[in-house]
Every structure is written in structure tokens, then in C-alpha cells.
């Protein structure tokens, strides 16, 4: 234990401080206990067992972290591979949930190869990084889109294809309400911001009897029900073209989106290697416990700030995701409005801060990325127009030779991904 966490249990400021980015990881990223039943619910899921699927993958997420990787991340479900599980595998492509359980549990194997192998090299030297940090931005913008939707803020237009909600709703009023305090919060650099927006919101929802026209069963009795959840792939339609077309999407999503984040937050590197495995490990567990794929929590960054270094940070999120099971029946009065992704989306979109906007070679791939996933509502379409459209301006500008000759093949799999995918 003493040789695991790099000696930081000899110091007892040391350890005091990674337990404090412990808790601090812990409440920046617990909003996703509730926030990802309701995604799932839109897939078909049963959000009063979703919800134990959640919390058991993230403990088991963070003990992995703990105790192979030794790193300061935080696995759970993430945002953003859940709105591509809901709705594009299944409300788009209309596979069932255990079809998609099944899709995430096949796309975790061979993330899992990819990160045991050498591709995980080949791989992250043929994707640029401005597609890189589009798909992290253009999930970022997804959902906005999803939260101010279900924060009944906009609807569909009568005149134009979207428009804003109505402002005298009182759902509509909560939700600018809790977006303003999640906000004030979060500036300020309150511990557990998003958290805390989440309580107080749902408090005056309380007061003033706002509620949800269906709201959620969360009970702890429920967990005797959760086994229903348990082992549920269902592989009757691997053959097919949207069976094939969604593990190959989704496989490009978590190698991506982990690779960049964990880039991009891991203070100490030499851990990438082990935190790149053990998260692609937690992927395929994920799906077997009935739930959607975990990836490495952005919000892992607020424990880092916090002197988060080794893995006891993980190991205190995982005894607080444990501790969470106790307040299920408390999480039913949350309303939706409550728990808008907007503020975590908009923090997404701060990736295209390291895009080269002067090379436009870069930048239109990358821009059809953001643009395409949540115009088209499918991350899968938008992930095909920019990767497909890299190559091509490469070729268009005479720079084809500073390719590798991966993103060529990338390129032809995404462009047969749109071709299929206009065949169904």
C-alpha cells in the first residue's frame, strides 16, 4: 500500500491532500448519478436500476484507478458516450438497450486491444489533434443541446427547426434558476459547485411543488431488482450493418476521447500506459453491469488542482461512490431541470482553445465534427464527415505526404460508415 501510492502515506499532509482532491473529484463529477439514469431512461433503461449500474461500475471504475493505475482519475459513465448510446444507437438507429449494452461490450474488447497493443501508438500519431479536441468540443455541444432540452428551455420549432421554450414555464424558470447558481459557483471555485447547484435546486423545486410529469422510482429497495441489468447483451443482430456501424463509431469515441483527456490531465505521464489499459478494462465491466461505457471523468482535473497525484485520490472517490448508495431514495426529488449539462458542455468546448484556426486544412474537418453531431443528433455522423473530409482538404491543399497512412484508412472507414448508413 505504502509502495502503491508513492509514499504519500508517510506524510500526513500529503495524504490529507489527496483524500481532500478525493472528495473534491468526488463532488465535481456525482452529478452523473442522477444525470445518467435519466440519458439512459431515454434508451429504455430503467432508471431505478440504472442508477446502481452507475455507482457500482464508478466504484469499480476508481478502484482500478487506485490500485493498477495508481492515478488520480476517476472512472464513471460518461457524458457524452451515454447520449451516443441513447440517442443514436437506439432512438436513431432503434436497436434495443441490450443491443447497445451489446455494442459497448464488443467496442470495449477492442478498445481494449487497441490499448494492450501497439496500435494505441499508431493510432494516436495518425489522429490529428484538431479532430482530437473536435469530438471532445462537438460532444460538448451535444449536450448543451440535450440539457436545454430537457430543461424544457428549447423545443421544436414551429418556423425553424429549433426555437426557445417558454420563458413563463416554471420548469423552464428552475432551470435558468440553477444554471445561474451552478454558474456563480462554479466561478467562484466552490467545492462540489454542480453538486450543490443540484441541492439547492431541487429544494425550491420542492418548495414551490414543481415536479416532473414522470418522475423517477429511485428507491435503495430496488436494488434487489438490479440483477435484471446484469449479463444483458444481446448479440441477435451482430451481423448487421447498424450493429457494426455503432461498435465502430463508439470504439473511435472512448480510444479518442481517453486518449486526449488523460493527455491532457495526467500529471504524471510515465502513468499513462496503465491508466490508458485500466480504463479500457472498466469499459468492458461497465457494459456487463448494464450500463454505458465509462471513460475517464473530466472533472478528475478539479482533484488534480486540488494536489491529487497518485491513486488515493481515486480510492477516496470509489468509498464516497460507495457511501452515495444510501441516499438513493433522496435522488427521485431532483427534478430534470435541476441537472442540465449545459456548463459541463460549454466546459467541453474549451478544447478548441489548441486548435490551429489559421490552418483551415485543420480547422473545416474539425468544424464539421462540432457542427455535424449535434445538428444531426448523431455523434457517429459527425465523427464520419470529419474524419473523412481530413484526407481529402490534405490532398486538396498538396500536403497529402505529411499524413500517416492510418488516416487514410480511418478516412475510407468513416466515408463507408455515411454510405452505409444512408443504405437503412
Known amino acids: 500500500m505504502q509502495a502503491l501510492f508513492g509514499g504519500v502515506l508517510k506524510d500526513r499532509r500529503l495524504w490529507q491532500k489527496e483524500i481532500l482532491a478525493g472528495i473534491t473529484a468526488f463532488f465535481a463529477i456525482s452529478y452523473i448519478i442522477v444525470v445518467n439514469p435519466i440519458i439512459l431512461a431515454d434508451a429504455g433503461i430503467p432508471a431505478e436500476l440504472s442508477v446502481f449500474a452507475t455507482i457500482f461500475s464508478s466504484i469499480i471504475g476508481c478502484l482500478i484507478m487506485a490500485f493498477v493505475a495508481d492515478a488520480p482519475i476517476v472512472l464513471t459513465p460518461g457524458m457524452g458516450i451515454n447520449a451516443f448510446f441513447t440517442y443514436t444507437v437506439c432512438v436513431q438507429m432503434g436497436l434495443a438497450w441490450q443491443e447497445a449494452i451489446a455494442i459497448s461490450l464488443v467496442s470495449g474488447l477492442i478498445f481494449a486491444y487497441v490499448a494492450c497493443t501497439k496500435w494505441r501508438e499508431r493510432i494516436a500519431h495518425a489522429v490529428p489533434n484538431s479532430l482530437k479536441c473536435a469530438i471532445t468540443a462537438g460532444i460538448g455541444l451535444f449536450l448543451v443541446e440535450i440539457g436545454l432540452e430537457k430543461a424544457q428551455l428549447i423545443r421544436s420549432g414551429a418556423n425553424s427547426i429549433i426555437e426557445l421554450g417558454s420563458l413563463t414555464n416554471p420548469m423552464s424558470l428552475l432551470a435558468l434558476f440553477g444554471l445561474v447558481l451552478s454558474l456563480a459557483l462554479y466561478l467562484r471555485g466552490v467545492t462540489g459547485s454542480f453538486f450543490l447547484a443540484i441541492l439547492v435546486t431541487t429544494g425550491v423545486a420542492q418548495v414551490f411543488g414543481l415536479k416532473d410529469p414522470t418522475p423517477l422510482d429511485l428507491d435503495f429497495a430496488h436494488i434487489f431488482d438490479y440483477p435484471q441489468l446484469l449479463l444483458q447483451a444481446d448479440f441477435h443482430n451482430v451481423l448487421s450493418i447498424p450493429f457494426l456501424l455503432s461498435v465502430f463509431s463508439m470504439s473511435m469515441i472512448m480510444i479518442f476521447e481517453t486518449m486526449g483527456l488523460l493527455e491532457g490531465i495526467l500529471p504524471d505521464r510515465s502513468k499513462f500506459s496503465r491508466t490508458f489499459r485500466g480504463s479500457a478494462v472498466t469499459t468492458i465491466l461497465s457494459s456487463l453491469l448494464g450500463t454505458s461505457p465509462t471513460v ?98 490534405k490532398l486538396m491543399n498538396g500536403r497529402s505526404r505529411e499524413l500517416h497512412a492510418l488516416s487514410y484508412g480511418l478516412g475510407f472507414l468513416f466515408l463507408m460508415n455515411l454510405v452505409f448508413q444512408a443504405s437503412f
Open 296 to 393: 475517464a471523468a473530466a472533472e478528475s482535473a478539479a482533484g488534480i488542482a486540488s494536489g491529487g497525484r497518485t491513486g488515493l485520490m481515486a480510492l477516496t472517490a470509489a468509498v464516497l461512490f460507495l457511501a452515495s448508495l444510501f441516499f438513493i431514495p433522496l435522488l427521485s426529488y431532483v427534478p430534470q431541470a435541476a441537472i442540465a449539462p449545459v456548463i459541463m458542455g460549454a466546459m467541453m468546448m474549451q478544447q478548441l482553445q489548441h486548435m490551429d484556426f489559421k490552418d483551415f486544412s485543420e480547422w473545416f474537418p474539425a468544424f464539421l465534427v462540432v457542427v455535424l453531431i449535434p445538428l444531426s443528433g448523431s455523434i457517429s455522423t459527425g465523427l464520419a464527415f470529419g474524419f473523412t473530409a481530413y484526407p481529402l482538404l
